[in-house]
């Protein structure tokens, strides 16, 4: 019983950790979306990254083992 409760224990800590690197790589993506010093094209293609790294975020949230 107590190995089950070690591997849900780990389990969670995993999820926990790929949540907030996923949340840093959303924050990171929108710094550079945010870039004025680089071209239009360039700040839509960050723009569409921040977009899509957050999308991430709010379904890792809510669903967080990856069900998608």
């Given at each position: 019983?107590?190995?089950?409760y070690?591997?849900?224990?780990?389990?969670?800590?995993?999820?926990?950790l790929?949540?907030?690197l996923?949340?840093?790589?959303?924050?990171?993506?929108?710094?550079?979306?945010?870039?004025?010093?680089?071209?239009?094209?360039?700040?839509?293609?960050?723009?569409?990254?921040?977009?899509?790294?957050?999308?991430?975020?709010?379904?890792?949230?809510?669903?967080?083992?990856?069900?998608?």
């Amino acid at each position: 019983f107590s190995h089950l409760y070690f591997q849900v224990e780990d389990a969670s800590k995993k999820l926990e950790l790929e949540l907030d690197l996923q949340k840093q790589i959303t924050s990171a993506a929108h710094k550079l979306a945010s870039d004025k010093s680089v071209s239009r094209f360039v700040r839509k293609q960050r723009r569409h990254s921040f977009m899509k790294a957050q999308s991430k975020v709010s379904i890792e949230d809510f669903y967080p083992y990856n069900i998608f």
